[in-house]
């Protein structure tokens, strides 16, 4: 490395700023590449721990993403004016505006997926894109509130976005929360109501409010063996499947209770039946197998 170039390169990444400059640091230089605010004090601990933490991401994502340190005491401005209470206190800016934050001391992990979410959001119009992916992903591997936040960062950067809308309320999904889930829902733009990205999240809210008290699925099982003709437990067995994530299971489950009798509860397994296709999606091969196997018995 050129030793020379090496001051120039990090005051580039890194620098601190003053009331004064935030504009011109942050604001400005938001326009062109995410800027990460770090509001700090000497006085303060877990500054001492964050800061360094912050500058090695930041250096590690090699001029992605940029990262300004305000010492609050010298400049109380800016802090005072985004309401920052206590510190430290980070900021992501993007086309000049905040779109993401935390306060208090935050883990390598975290700080990666913080740093990773304004990129995304930062980038030409393939960002959301990228956004929504790494949001995908992050639910998938069961990192729900990083997942939450990014879709909701997303929302932030394009209000109406159906994808981010869906995953958004998927992540409340995760987390228990039903109605905050249907509530986010309801953000669909108008004319957007029946996207699959949609209506799959409404069955999928629909299918885990009815499966929440469905039993356990060894005994349903049980009183299945003893009682072939119990339809009230084949049905909640499908729901205790559904609650276990074994989707296939539960579609054979209401194609057998159907096969017995399709007229049971007003026709309940049907019923069913299309909820849980509309949950998986229409991409799904499970979905497509038991939408066929129904058609024929209902054809048949």
């Known amino acids: 490395m050129d030793i020379k170039t090496a ?30 605010v770090d509001f700090w004090a000497p ?11 912050l500058e090695k991401a930041v250096t590690e994502a090699k001029g992605k993403v940029r990262l300004v340190k305000i010492d609050v005491d010298r400049n109380p401005a800016v802090a005072g004016q985004l309401r920052v209470q206590s510190i430290p206190a980070v900021f992501g800016f993007v086309n000049g505006q905040p779109v993401d934050g935390f306060m208090g001391a935050q883990s390598a992990s975290q700080i990666k997926a913080f740093i990773d979410r304004l990129i995304a959001l930062g980038g030409p119009d393939a960002g959301l894109e990228e956004a929504l992916a790494m949001a995908e992903t992050m639910l998938v591997e069961g990192a729900v509130a990083d997942a939450a936040q990014t879709f909701a960062a997303i929302l932030a950067e394009d209000e ?6 869906g995953g958004l309320a998927r992540a409340h999904l995760a987390l228990g929360d039903f109605a905050q889930a249907r509530g986010i829902l309801a953000l669909a733009p108008k004319g957007k109501e029946t996207d699959p990205r949609i209506t799959s999240v409404r069955a999928q809210i629909d299918l885990a409010e009815a499966s929440a008290d469905a039993g356990e699925a060894g005994e349903l099982l049980a009183a299945l063996e003893r009682d072939p003709d119990d339809h009230q437990a084949r049905f909640d067995l499908a729901l205790a499947l559904v609650a276990k994530g074994d989707a296939e299971g539960a579609i054979d ?23 849980l296709f509309d949950s998986l999606g229409p991409k799904s091969e499970a979905a497509v197998k038991g939408r066929r196997r129904l058609s024929s018995m209902i054809f048949a």
């Open 43 to 53: 006085w303060c601990g877990p500054c001492k721990t964050l800061t360094p933490a």
């Open 253 to 275: 489950t209401l194609l057998d209770l159907f096969r017995r009798d399709r007229e049971w509860n007003d026709g309940a397994a049907k019923t069913q039946l299309f909820t």
């Open 7 to 36: 001051p120039a390169a990090a005051d580039a990444l890194i620098r601190d700023s003053s009331d004064a400059a935030f504009l011109a640091d942050v604001i400005d230089a938001s326009v062109t590449v995410p800027v990460i």
């Open 160 to 165: 109406g976005n159906v994808a981010a809308i």
